[in-house]
């Protein structure tokens, strides 16, 4: 088996590059967490998330799923027009998505209801026809993936994600004629061309699966790299391709041997960490080139695959943000784009009434057209329509997506800094910080906290929780580091904790947590919860076991005081509390101080210390519960006490504490939606000092890894900038006195309104099991006013750039 390194750099060096031609490339879009896009050829909107791309065998009809957290549909495109024909609401869908031969019929997975839709195209319309049942519908666990249909044979093959099955359903009586274990979750399933065949990804026991159709038999299975997840197959069935999202990898495999003969790699650089979340495939009509969708690297990679075994890397296209699938009809290239060309920043401000964007649906089977306005909160992806590139574009297109991309193989090892900086340039470099406090809060934007302080960039009537609610946190950034530009890479807490302690979602967790977030069941994959949404080489604790350095949690990744992922068994608190917020975190931090100070008094305080400080959740306007102001008030205290100890105790003066919230989950902030708090404290801290340097969650975890001599452990840690201009090398031991409340922090809420009664059906017992869009209206009004309007979250924080400017 041979692996292709991803060596692009002749492009460049043998003038193949020249400035962009005039096209929608022109425009640099730079995104929240420090990448860009410029993506090529032309596009139109699609719905909240797609997926997945069936094209019908004339090639003249396309179809689209939109997975996301919203509204979810199916679209119905003309591919000779770019026309969308239809738009159908669907409660629930997910990935699977196939026409019938004839194209009378379209198929598509049901989600959690556990069922295939059957549409019938009449007219360009898509009309409910019938539903194929394999079960009840959640919380019985099935969820369809990907489909395949015989047509001759009337057979609908169908894998699935939560009981890891393979499915045979009678088209003509629709009744199940077998289900067949897999040893992990599915993706997705393809029929060889003579339907003798079956081949299913393995999406959770990194493998491809083959079953004979004709004895309904496993007939063996082929290794693949980590998470194998979409499949093409050359017109004569001997070779297929497997996109490995884990590995940044393509493997081609023989069907007649059944071997792995060649491995792409399909990243910028050889041998990058994870990140570049490879995860569509398409073979060029004549089948000599192979386009692979790079879901985090925001391009798709192109090879010659016209000898398999002896594959060629052409160069990269750019995309918009989050490709998740691509096609390849006549000359030209279809791309859906999981999270859009940006994220539709509002010029109007965040008031959701004062503009409108629309995508129009047709609810089911009826005329009724429903409307949906167009919030900041929704990823609206689209449809990438690129012209087959000449050699000399396909040039200018790969120094695009280099351009695009801020990690590079040198940042892996060297970082930007400066000489005599405690935060070291290069991997392995001493720091004079020894212990690392990294504290993860719940949910806050920059402006719902910090927006009243006047040297930064805040919007003063979009705070929610200012100096009086939290004066700890004020103190904190005027004392030490005012942080202004700092952005969430994630959107939830189902991400947003695999980001802070991992620097990456992988794509299972991208694509699954949407799911239940959207009310249409599903668990909580995240926090070590399931082992497919665990990053692949673990997380930052996993790095410090492999480099000899000490570590312990305090609530993250360890549930019901025990941890949730092997690498923290005897390395936790095991009486420290988690979630609950019946518990205050200013008792959290008592009993951080207790296991501190046992640790301490024997010399054995780990150097990386993760904890976890909930209470700045809310929990809404629960009658008989805290207030929100009460319990942002106690989490501000906490934050306050926490520093005031650790400033006071014998290992202040080589400590680090940084602090962040784990997603802003789309709250008011002028700015955007992703802007967060995030405080810095040390002695080697600049005091009195505003950064306005933009940076990310994993320029957090950057920072830690390099005053630990760690590794990155993704291309987006090894890509961000480190926090080095908030430090000094000169050393201020002065210790840090926490402020009273100002806020009565037993305050509980009595009143009952429409809002406590909206509350009342909200489920505090996990994190982000409430609506985002309903919790921030009840926190908004329940602290502004009932007849005050609510902002819309703000995607507003790119950079529109030029250039030729």
Known sequence: MRNIAFLLFYFIFFGLIASAQKTQTESKITLPNGWSLSPAGQGFLLGDLPLNIAVSNSKKLMAVTNNGQSTQSIQLIDVPTGKILDNIVVKECWLGLKFSADEKFLYASGGNDNWILKYAIRNNKLLLKDSLKLGNKWPNKISPAGIDIDDKQNLLYVVTKDNNSLYIIDLRTKKIKGQYKLDGEAYTCLLSPDKKELYITCWGCDKLYVFNTASKTFTGSIATGSHPNDICLTKNGKFIFVANANDNSVSIIDLTTKKVIETLTTSLYPNAPQGSTTNGLALSPDEKTLYIANADNNCLAVFDVSEPGESKSEGFIPTGWYPTCVKAIGNKIYVTNGKGFSSFANPEGPNPYKKKETITFRKGDTSKIKTVQYIGGLFIGTMSIIDVPTSKQLGEYSRQVYDNTPYTKEKETVSVGEKGNPIPEKVGEPSPIKYVFYIIKENRTYDQVLGDIKEGNGDSSLVLF??????????????????????????????????????????????????????????????????????????????????????????????????????????????????????????????????????????????????????????????????????????????????????????????????????????????????????????????????????????????????????????????????????????????????????????????????????????FSKEDEVNEVDFNEVLWKGIKGMNSPVPSPKRAAFINTNDND
């Open 466 to 763: 200012g100096e009086k609610v939290t004066p700890n946190q004020h103190k904190l950034v005027n004392d030490f580091v005012l942080l202004d530009n700092y952005y969430i890479d994630a959107e939830v807490s189902a991400d947003g904790h695999n980001w802070s302690l991992g620097g990456y979602a992988n794509d299972y967790l991208e694509k699954n947590w949407v799911t239940s977030y959207g009310g249409r069941g599903g668990t909580y994959d995240a926090e070590g919860t399931r082992e497919i949404a665990n990053n692949k080489n673990g997380f930052i604790w996993n790095y410090c076991k492999r480099a000899g350095i000490s570590y312990r949690t305090y609530g993250e990744f360890a549930d019901d005081y025990k941890p949730n992922i092997p690498i923290l068994k005897d390395h936790f608190c095991p009486y420290f509390t988690s979630w609950d917020l019946n518990v205050r975190d200013t008792t959290r931090v008592g009993q951080w101080k207790k296991d501190f100070d046992s640790l301490v008094s024997v010399n054995a305080l780990p150097r990386l210390n993760t904890l976890r400080l909930i209470c700045d959740h809310t929990e809404g306007l629960r009658k008989g519960r805290p207030t929100p102001l009460a319990h942002v008030a106690d989490n501000d205290l906490a934050v306050g006490m926490f520093i005031d100890y650790l400033s006071k105790s014998p290992v202040w003066k080589e400590s680090l504490v940084i602090i962040t919230e784990d997603d802003a989950q789309d709250g008011p902030d002028h700015v955007d939606a992703h802007r967060s708090t995030a405080y810095v404290v040390s002695p080697y801290v600049k005091r009195h000092y505003v950064d306005h340097t933009p940076y990310t969650t994993t320029s957090l975890l950057r920072t830690i890894e390099l005053v630990l001599g760690l590794p990155p452990m993704s291309q987006y840690d090894a890509a961000a900038t480190p926090l080095w201009l908030s430090f000094t090398a000169t050393p201020d031991l002065s210790t840090f006195d926490h402020v009273p409340p100002q806020t009565d922090i037993n305050q509980i809420y009595m009143a009952t309104n429409k809002l406590t009664e909206k509350t009342a059906a909200f489920n």
